[in-house]
């Protein structure tokens, strides 16, 4: 086959199959979901850095979905940063939808604080914390929710991505894999480069005990896994997965918190992979203190990681330099919607392309 | 101009605006969307036929929801209908959905029996009776919420379908028409033929009362007329109409209750006339019982009614043989998805091709 990468994707994992899906939606059409959820965990304390205090940190997913539906922030003033103000990835989400043009559609898995933006409702409540062992509500009926509008988002489109906006959503990740059994130590990412790994290992083995649930237990059962020490997010974008692979290719947009959404939806409906693509960024790729490749080799060898190969480093931003330290890294779907507008344009938008468009976004969202 | 309208369309009203927007969007793509709530007027008995009883005419806007997701129902058993069997307007909906494979997106403008299938959630609630004299909360956030989805859903579309399932509707269609002095009688139809008119006369008369509003007050504030005497759906497709009109023409699915939308959305953002047409039934526009060609007249001259010359006189079946005899006539946007498919398939697609496809879903969902 013929099909010649542009310098502005990297792939990890099944070239193969990497190269065939993207050949065959190359120069095609798309829609970008992000469902998002909200997850007690992440008000923990030191779990995560997804909002400049624990408590904001449930205002991130409401706030990235009004920015990507009406361009700027509803539910709270200023945008989702983390301490020290480096802005949330949705920056980059939003220059690559605004490039490409693609459709944009919000899921509400389930949201303590609403989105003041018009969103799919799947019937979910927010989840809790996964100290209970018993974190999200329904999780059958939030998968055969995601499975119909994967069905209906795939409707005239060649490829479909999916992705997340869930604070405290790497730690409740690490927990459905451990209890699945894909890993076996702490390999997940955190928005910070101070990756708070005992903590959240700590957290999850005492999320386990809770749920009564041992390392393994549920590798064939992921609703469950989720329902005990999982969030909202996890089973509606693994139905959406199943449901939109039916028909169309899917990538899925994010970290390792979607690499736990795509060993549920693996262990739902094993025909997803080969029609599946990890569409993610150079940073998380790269990232010292957290292995999504080596994530991925546990789940399958068939769902290859897409990367583009966004570089902050030359940015007049403090904020958006700071990525380049390992901050964020990822999320709100920023590496699939960048590989989604790189897709739809042959290859003809490039990462230069998108940086321009986060300057341009990230100035007018700041007053610069 | 060269346009020839084929026979399976009429039009009524201004011809050059119908046939230049049919041009316009001849062969076109596009998505179809309905809005669904629940009013309280539709338990006083005697005002909605659309359910077998008037507690279960709170069930058939869900349902219908439910039929175009998923293609049957799931908040009750069996499927909408009218008293002595025949069928919600859903089953010509489906027919022409399934034969042009548009997308579809439900919203829920405010629903007290909630779908079971996801849906838009603009975060309204169900509508009170009219006779309360305060029908609706916040219908300016609904009406941005409208404008939003509209905005969004015509991206990448070459137009846009707006419609309805709300019981009801012709009821708060007349209280909203008449605060807002579109009309100056009842004029309005019924999923009946025996159209209880005095009955709504006098209710919209109450209700007027009740809010205090002399016919005519409102002409100016239709947003105010919908919270005193409307329904939720109302606000939220007004906006819609607005939102999609900036960047695609709207075929508005429907009978008078979306009449009632249109003079909303006129007062609001007249731009939208020009880029508007009202898709709906012959059935409708020959009812003997009520006047929507009428009606249009009084709101403008300018948005044309563009009807599917659906007959069912020679189906084998009762309950469709019923829509003849001035039964249902309209609703779940069956006009304008039938106009829709016509207008995807550069008219190639027939009435004949259209009955065809409600046979085999009728026969399907009655197990016939």
Request: charged fraction near 15%.
């Amino acid at each position: 086959m013929s099909f010649e990468l542009p310098e502005s994707l990297g792939i990890a994992g099944n070239e193969g199959i990497a190269k065939d899906i993207l050949s065959g939606i190359w120069g095609g059409r798309g829609t970008f979901t992000c469902t998002i959820a909200n997850t007690m965990t992440s008000t923990i304390p030191g779990v995560s850095d997804a909002g400049d205090t624990p408590e904001l940190t449930l205002y991130t997913p409401p706030a990235d979905a009004e920015m990507l539906m009406v361009g700027k922030t509803l539910c709270m003033d200023g945008i989702p940063i983390n301490p020290g103000g480096i802005p949330t990835p949705a920056t980059l989400t939003m220059a690559a939808l605004r490039i490409s043009g693609m459709p944009v559609h919000i899921i509400n898995a389930g949201c303590k604080v609403m989105p003041k933006v018009p969103c799919y409702d799947v019937g979910g409540g927010f989840g809790r914390s996964i100290l209970t062992g018993d974190s999200v509500t329904d999780p059958e009926g939030l998968y055969e929710a995601g499975v119909t509008l994967g069905r209906a988002f795939a409707r005239r489109n060649d490829f479909l991505v999916v992705s997340e906006s869930c604070a405290g959503g790497t730690t409740t990740a690490l927990a459905v894999m451990m209890a699945m059994g894909v890993i076996k130590e702490n390999m997940v990412s955190s928005s910070s480069p101070n990756n708070p790994k005992e903590l959240k290992t700590r957290l999850v083995g005492e999320a386990l005990d809770a749920a009564g649930v041992s390392p393994g237990d549920l590798a064939d059962d992921p609703l469950e896994a989720i329902r005990c020490v999982g969030d909202p997010m996890m089973p509606v974008n693994a139905g959406m997965i199943a449901g939109a692979t039916e028909t169309v290719p899917v990538i899925v947009g994010g970290g390792t918190q979607m690499s736990a959404v795509i060993a549920a939806a693996v262990a739902m409906d094993p025909s997803c992979v080969g029609k599946t693509v990890h569409g993610t960024t150079r940073w998380m790729v790269n990232d010292k203190n957290s292995d999504i490749v080596g994530i991925m080799r546990h789940i399958t060898e068939d769902i290859p990681l897409v990367y583009v190969n966004m570089d902050y480093s030359g940015s007049p931003h403090d904020g958006l330099r700071a990525y380049e330290r390992g901050y964020i890294k990822e999320g709100v779907g920023c590496g699939g919607a960048s590989l989604a507008c790189i897709v739809e344009s042959s290859g003809k938008v490039t990462c230069d392309d998108l940086l321009e468009g986060v300057h341009s976004i990230y100035a007018d969202l700041m007053g610069f």
